[in-house]
């Protein structure tokens, strides 16, 4: 399964970038984006969490950015919403007659942390205000 978490917030994060200081609905938000507006709602959690956006409560409340694009990189978005790894490591136990088995687990591991790391340095290179700029020069 394909997990959308990042691409999505990445998404309506552009689109709050570029109406802001506008306060954007969920439902304006999830009609941009094609999706359901209540999962918007559940990435404004993790998002709000690490001060990226502020969500404003009330009829007329909505979601605006906290910071200026140009301060928010496309790594702290990704560490905020994504609480899984790239690629999932089977945590069963090893049959220990094969020796593919005891040993394939633990270099998957330093494989899945290698892309990682390095998906996070090409990630912080990135601000929100680079993703806006390519759309809307």
Do not use: W
């Amino acid at each position: 399964m394909v997990d959308t978490r990042f691409a999505v917030s990445v998404h309506f994060m552009t689109a709050l970038a570029y109406r802001q200081p506008e306060l954007l609905s969920s439902e304006q938000l999830a009609k941009g984006v094609k999706t359901n507006p209540s999962f918007i709602r559940k990435l404004v959690v993790p998002l709000a969490a690490a001060g990226l956006v502020e969500s404003v409560r009330g009829k007329a409340g909505g979601i605006r950015l906290a910071r200026k694009p140009k301060d928010i990189s496309l790594a702290q978005i990704y560490e905020a919403v994504m609480d899984t790894a790239l690629i999932a490591i089977p945590g069963k136990t090893p049959e220990k007659e094969c020796v593919i088995s005891c040993g394939i687990g633990g270099i998957l591991c330093k494989i899945s942390k290698e892309i990682e790391v390095n998906t996070l340095k090409v990630l912080a290179r990135r601000s929100l205000q680079d993703v806006l700029a390519e759309i809307a020069p």
